[in-house]
């Protein structure tokens, strides 16, 4: 790889997962991370780090210039439930940012952007289950209305400008390193967390709300494998569907009891609810598959052991 790397957002829920592991790849000093706040002491001490904030354009183009940056993965954003509660706020990061960045591709400063999209960018009039690549889009959260509208200007970057920008539509991430902040599939985490601590969980969505999901692994692998894949690969350059489990808070209730026979769920249902109505239940990834080979490793099963080690380790 010509050029360093630099994280923006890596000190968060994704960011400080794919920070270690694009160290791992391309050597530490070669991954600049940067957050508005210090993270994880593994993040920390494995290379270096900038205090950043995703909207001061000045400081972005110093960093890029300070380490000659040639590739950035913008992590950054205020996810859908507390984009909710400040919606203006929320905008402005998720949106600055991001022009940010894709200005940078335009003047030629860097050479390839990575840009996360949710599955938020559906709305209740997608079909549910199963949801297509293409199909109707009319998001009703702020944080949804964002990434649609981000998947526009990077489709429209790389074909005025050519800027090579690539981004797949995250479902639920679960992982147990880095706990998530303000989204509305966080209870697939919290649950881990309460069962074993408490044997017991009060879940803030339905028992019957399915929603998209996808172990940490396979998150990082899918956003690893998307920039190395070669530019004629990357056909959708809005945003890829990218599925993988697909669960409701009972079903993953049923899975988890059978590690710890007395856990109790119960069910108080918030405004994170109409949210989760809002969004698809599954998603075809049949595009993203075909064009970079994309394949998912964790099901159910092997992302409930997983997350019930990690999480007991994490607890000790
Ligand atoms: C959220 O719940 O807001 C996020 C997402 C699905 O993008 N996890």
């Given at each position: 790889?010509?050029?360093?790397?630099?994280?923006?957002?890596?000190?968060?829920?994704?960011?400080?997962?794919?920070?270690?592991?694009?160290?791992e790849?391309?050597?530490?000093?070669?991954?600049?991370?940067?957050?508005?706040?210090?993270?994880?002491?593994?993040?920390?001490?494995?290379?270096?780090?900038?205090i950043?904030?995703?909207?001061?354009?000045?400081?972005?183009?110093?960093?890029?210039?300070?380490?000659?940056?040639?590739?950035?993965?913008?992590?950054?954003?205020?996810?859908?439930?507390?984009?909710?509660?400040?919606?203006?706020?929320?905008?402005?990061?998720?949106?600055?940012?991001?022009?940010?960045?894709?200005?940078?591709?335009?003047?030629?400063?860097?050479?390839?952007?990575?840009?996360?999209?949710?599955?938020?960018?559906?709305?209740?009039?997608?079909?549910?289950?199963?949801?297509?690549?293409?199909?109707?889009?009319?998001?009703?959260?702020?944080?949804?209305?964002?990434?649609?509208?981000?998947?526009?200007?990077?489709?429209?970057?790389?074909?005025?400008?050519?800027?090579?920008?690539r981004?797949?539509?995250?479902?639920?991430?679960?992982?147990?390193?880095?706990?998530?902040?303000?989204?509305?599939?966080?209870?697939?985490?919290?649950?881990?967390?309460?069962?074993?601590?408490?044997?017991?969980?009060?879940?803030?969505?339905?028992?019957?709300?399915?929603?998209?999901?996808m172990?940490?692994?396979d998150?990082?692998?899918?956003?690893?494998?998307?920039?190395?894949?070669?530019?004629?690969?990357?056909?959708?350059?809005?945003?890829?569907?990218?599925?993988?489990?697909?669960f409701?808070?009972?079903?993953?209730?049923?899975?988890?009891?059978?590690?710890?026979?007395?856990?109790?769920?119960?069910?108080?249902p918030?405004?994170?609810?109409?949210?989760?109505?809002s969004?698809?239940?599954?998603?075809d990834?049949?595009?993203?598959?075909?064009?970079?080979?994309?394949?998912?490793?964790?099901?159910?099963?092997?992302?409930?052991?997983?997350?019930?080690?990690?999480?007991e380790?994490?607890l000790?």
């Amino acid at each position: 790889m010509a050029g360093r790397i630099l994280i923006i957002g890596a000190c968060g829920q994704i960011g400080t997962e794919l920070t270690l592991k694009l160290r791992e790849i391309h050597g530490n000093e070669e991954v600049i991370a940067s957050d508005i706040r210090e993270g994880a002491a593994e993040l920390m001490k494995s290379g270096p780090f900038e205090i950043l904030n995703a909207t001061d354009e000045p400081h972005i183009r110093e960093i890029v210039e300070k380490y000659q940056i040639k590739e950035v993965y913008l992590m950054a954003a205020m996810l859908s439930a507390t984009a909710e509660k400040a919606p203006m706020k929320a905008w402005d990061l998720n949106m600055d940012s991001l022009f940010h960045i894709l200005n940078l591709g335009k003047e030629g400063k860097i050479e390839k952007i990575f840009w996360p999209s949710s599955i938020a960018v559906f709305g209740p009039t997608t079909p549910k289950d199963k949801t297509p690549q293409t199909i109707i889009m009319e998001p009703t959260t702020v944080y949804g209305i964002s990434k649609q509208t981000g998947e526009r200007w990077c489709a429209y970057y790389n074909r005025k400008y050519g800027v090579d920008v690539r981004s797949i539509r995250y479902p639920g991430i679960i992982s147990y390193k880095t706990l998530p902040g303000g989204g509305t599939t966080d209870y697939a985490i919290e649950i881990f967390h309460e069962a074993l601590k408490n044997s017991a969980y009060t879940s803030f969505l339905a028992s019957d709300a399915a929603l998209p999901m996808m172990y940490m692994d396979d998150a990082i692998k899918a956003t690893v494998d998307i920039m190395e894949a070669p530019a004629e690969k990357i056909k959708v350059r809005s945003s890829y569907n990218l599925g993988a489990i697909s669960f409701t808070p009972q079903i993953l209730a049923d899975e988890i009891r059978k590690h710890i026979k007395d856990f109790k769920i119960s069910y108080e249902p918030d405004f994170r609810q109409a949210i989760a109505e809002s969004w698809p239940s599954s998603i075809d990834d049949s595009v993203a598959r075909q064009d970079w080979g994309w394949k998912h490793e964790y099901g159910l099963e092997k992302m409930t052991t997983t997350m019930l080690k990690g999480v007991e380790e994490s607890l000790k």
